[in-house]
């Protein structure tokens, strides 16, 4: 749990008639995180019979094609079959099948498609033809006059006395059929001589025309009957069309799901296989696995593959540093601190994994800050809500429901502690202080708070050096033993100020120098333990320069990490402070507590709950990330990711 499962790197030699068979148990087992070998073929031997990643790109073009073909339908993914997906398929058998699925398919969605943009097409004509549906003339007539130009179309308002101006001097005819608060329907008719003038007209007063139905011939009312009657007729047709789909869908579901998963598994294997290292008639496959998976996953390759040779080179801690897989162990319920981590960064093989430690500051921290009963209890009913996944609207959210209902207890444990329940004072008993009554006090202990948990990533950073077996950073580093040592001494001399204690004040002064110091010249010394030579690179001087600036930045950075935590004892008294403003804003609504006075205590409470929950989840993430976690944490793993036809994720 407190650091990455352990590793250990394979290689398998396999001849090439088992290639198959091996690739699919690895893959089967989800345990092998695969190493690209591939580096390793012999090209004089191989020519172009290596033609694996080849086919993973077909297998791939495959997948979207047989993906396209059910989004078409409607169609899920679905669950892998339990027994055909595992099986290759070759892709001169998946394509054809492929193609005759695509053809039937687009042959009924274009005629679909094509009977929307008819029924479209008809039904905008039919809403044309309604303003002039009292007219007793065939429309035919208006199409192309002989000796007339007509235009019906619909112009802005404002535009129409322009337009009359504008003709004054040409003969027309000018109808308003129909109108609103801005657009009239209109028709525009003169001389056909005068059409050129008509038409520009026309357009300078933004004359929207409309195309009249070629195919229908009477008075507009028998236009529009015909026009419903087609609508009729091709409303009729899509639902055929769309009963056809519905078969396709039915009739094809599990054919399809099966291909996708045999089609994808096969992408996968021959993928996988492409990247395997190849000498004439045998395989070389590298990769990582769990130690503590590796006993049976061998035991099942020689069952697998008779002449297979497996070769082992476990990690060891402290060597060399190799740029091994990270594959965490963390239970279930701290999976939501999990994701915090990676949010910040993965951790490297070699150090600590912060997911428990931040499983502990984090909520405390939290609750500190927003200690409330019942604000505490709406977060966990909301979280709680989140990560049932029973709104699909929020499912999305479901990641950070637990982080949300594990923060809202805590926020109910500081809530006893501090005695406020919806910011009422006078309910609960405190079972420690409250915030409004005991700000020193309150700060005070944050401050002391913040010195305990930058300590504690001073000794983690001790432990990470000490694993890696790297004694120049585990002694000399600024955050480490003699970082330590320097920053205990100045807090040291600033409680002797303060009080009394039970060290000579000279003590803390000579640690403080010997620890600065250390801190001052740890790269040389670093260098003097490694038998690293120059130990010193460039000047003496320009180096004892930047190490003063970068010991004046050392102290700034740990007297500012160390106010940091005031915040903490700050939020748990603005919180309270922001109650009663709510209660204060209630009493000046309704100061009899009528209705008004609940409506507001409610809507305070909620926006309470909201703004400075998230205010104080982003306060607390950054004490976390920039306080501790930089003491110690540096992240910059490889993801662990076993081969698998599933595509499971590790997180």
Not at 16 to 44: C, I, N, P, W
Not at 51 to 67: D, G, H, I
Request: hydrophobic fraction near 50%; aromatic fraction near 10%; proline fraction near 5%.
């Amino acid at each position: 749990m407190f650091y990455p499962r352990a590793m250990t790197g394979v290689w398998l030699i396999i001849p090439a008639k088992d290639v198959l068979a091996v690739t699919r148990m690895l893959a089967d087992r989800g345990l092998f995180h695969q190493v690209d070998a591939s580096y390793q073929s012999s090209e004089k031997e191989l020519g172009p019979a290596n033609s694996w990643p080849e086919k993973a790109a077909a297998y791939a073009a495959l997948e979207r094609r047989v993906l396209s073909i059910m989004q078409t339908l409607g169609m899920e993914e679905g669950s892998p079959p339990l027994a055909e997906w595992a099986s290759m398929i070759e892709v001169d058998v998946a394509r054809p099948i492929v193609e005759q699925m695509e053809q039937e398919v687009k042959q009924t969605t274009d005629q679909l498609t094509g009977e929307y943009k008819r029924l479209e097409q008809l039904q905008s004509a039919l809403t044309q033809l309604e303003p002039v549906a009292g007219i007793d003339l065939d429309i035919s007539t208006l199409r192309d006059p002989r000796y007339l130009y007509s235009l019906l179309g619909v112009i802005p308002i404002a535009n129409i006395d322009r337009l009359q101006t504008s003709l004054e001097r040409n003969p027309f005819v000018f109808l308003t059929l129909r109108e609103d608060d801005q657009k009239a329907v209109v028709w525009l008719a003169g001389i056909k001589r005068d059409a050129d003038i008509l038409e520009r007209a026309a357009r300078s007063a933004y004359i929207n025309p409309w195309s009249l139905p070629q195919a229908y011939k009477g008075t507009p009312s028998e236009i529009m009957g015909s026009l419903q009657t087609s609508i009729s007729q091709v409303q009729q047709h899509i639902v055929e069309l769309k009963t056809m789909v519905s078969q396709l869908h039915a009739d094809w579901k599990q054919q399809l799901q099966t291909l996708l998963w045999r089609v994808r598994a096969s992408g996968m294997l021959a993928d996988a296989i492409g990247r395997f290292g190849q000498l004439h008639y045998i395989y070389l496959i590298a990769g990582w696995v769990p130690s503590s998976g590796l006993a049976d996953l061998a035991h099942q390759l020689k069952q697998v593959s008779k002449d297979i040779l497996i070769e082992t080179s476990p990690f060891r801690r402290g060597s060399i540093k190799q740029n091994v897989p990270v594959a965490l162990d963390n239970p279930r319920v701290l999976r939501p601190f999990q994701q915090l981590v990676m949010n910040y960064a993965r951790p490297r093989y070699e150090e600590m994994d912060p997911t428990f430690l931040l499983a502990v500051t984090f909520p405390l921290l939290f609750g500190a800050m927003f200690g409330d009963v019942g604000h505490g209890l709406v977060l966990a009913l909301v979280g709680g809500l989140l990560a049932s996944r029973k709104v699909q609207a929020l499912r999305g959210l479901a990641g950070v429901g637990g982080l949300i209902t594990i923060c809202g207890l805590a926020a109910v444990l500081f809530g006893f502690v501090y005695g406020s329940i919806f910011g009422l004072e006078n309910v609960l008993p405190a079972l420690w202080i409250r915030p409004m009554n005991n700000i020193t006090q309150i700060l005070v202990v944050a401050i002391g708070a913040g010195v305990v948990l930058l300590s504690i990533g001073f000794l983690l950073s001790i432990l990470n050096a000490w694993t890696e077996r790297d004694w120049g950073r585990l002694i000399f580093d600024h955050h480490s033993l003699a970082g330590l040592v320097l920053y205990w001494s100045l807090i040291g001399l600033a409680g002797g100020a303060f009080a009394k204690l039970p060290i000579h004040p000279a003590v803390f002064v000579v640690l403080a120098v010997l620890a600065g110091l250390a801190v001052m010249f740890s790269e040389p010394l670093k260098h003097l333990i490694e038998g690293h030579r120059p130990l010193v690179e460039g000047s003496l001087g320009t180096y004892t320069i930047q190490a003063i600036f970068e010991m004046f930045e050392t102290l700034i950075s740990f007297l500012s990490n160390s106010l940091s935590y005031v915040r903490v004892g700050a939020f748990a008294v603005a919180h309270a402070g922001l109650s009663a403003v709510v209660f204060i804003l209630a009493e000046l609504v309704s100061p009899g507590r009528g209705a008004g006075y609940w409506i507001v205590f409610a809507l305070g409470n909620l926006f309470i709950v909201g703004f400075e929950g998230l205010i104080v989840t982003i306060q607390t993430t950054r004490l976390e990330y920039y306080e501790l976690f930089d003491k110690f944490f540096t992240g910059g793993g490889m993801r662990y990711e076993p081969l698998t036809l599933l595509r499971k994720v590790e997180e």
